[in-house]
T-cell receptor, first 113, second 109 residues
Framework: EPEVTQTPSHQVTQMGQEVILRCVPI?????FYWYRQILGQKVEFLVS????????KSEIFDDQFSVERPDGSNFTLKIRSTKLEDSAMYFC???????????FGPGTRLTVL | KQEVTQIPAALSVPEGENLVLNCSFT??????LQWFRQDPGKGLTSLLL?????REQTSGRLNASLDKSSGRSTLYIAASQPGDSATYLC????????FGTGTSLTVIP
């Protein structure tokens, strides 16, 4: 069964460094999403992406964040200058149709020291 | 802004019991509502999706209902098993996507 994959599973970085989190969505899906979950808190929407552009973003997704689909398979989330409060689990999701079921990857745990 | 709340926050039941998890949302202008399960340290597994025009969806021992006008959804789990132990999340899709706080379920053998 097709699934969303994410790499790395765990990323440790120093405050101020740039990180890129990678996702491979399900191959025939057109809609891509990033979410984060700070330990013990709700899953929070960051951004949705369709047709090579951002379709929606939350107030969390500020200028420090960017997303890209550099080729036909990968979907990346870049954090330019990490802060301690960026430490969280980051989930990628993909969906075949707008407002339809989303399938989540296993997540990348980001730890900012 | 959409607020999604789940009650109870935690639930512990003996194996075999039927149970209901609740999800409420403040803005009824949603496109769909999706239920997920999350195991500790893991990703989210989609359980059921209810489109805004639907009233319920069923999959195996799971049944989810949606009442948009009252801002409520329930997830019914029949004949619970220890393997059902996990955190259950509901999420509403509007222009953005809002998750509830989750219900942590423990099924005792």
């Amino acid at each position: 069964e097709p699934e969303v994959t994410q790499t790395p599973s765990h990323q440790v970085t120093q405050m101020g460094q740039e990180v890129i989190l990678r996702c491979v969505p399900i191959s025939n899906h057109l809609y891509f999403y990033w979410y984060r979950q700070i330990l013990g808190q709700k899953v929070e929407f960051l951004v949705s992406f369709y047709n090579n552009e951002i379709s929606e973003k939350s107030e969390i997704f500020d200028d420090q964040f960017s997303v890209e689909r550099p080729d036909g398979s990968n979907f990346t989330l870049k954090i330019r200058s990490t802060k301690l409060e960026d430490s969280a689990m980051y989930f990628c999701a993909s969906g075949g149709l707008l407002y339809n079921e989303q399938f989540f990857g296993p997540g990348t745990r980001l730890t900012v020291l | 802004k959409q607020e999604v709340t789940q009650i109870p926050a935690a639930l512990s039941v003996p194996e075999g019991e039927n149970l209901v998890l609740n999800c409420s949302f403040t803005d009824s202008a949603i496109y769909n509502l999706q239920w997920f399960r999350q195991d500790p340290g893991k990703g989210l597994t989609s359980l059921l999706l209810i489109q805004s025009s639907q009233r319920e969806q069923t999959s195996g021992r799971l049944n989810a209902s949606l009442d948009k006008s009252s801002g409520r959804s329930t997830l019914y789990i029949a004949a619970s098993q220890p393997g059902d132990s996990a955190t259950y999340l509901c999420a509403c899709t509007g222009n953005q996507f809002y998750f509830g706080t989750g219900t942590s379920l423990t099924v005792i053998p």
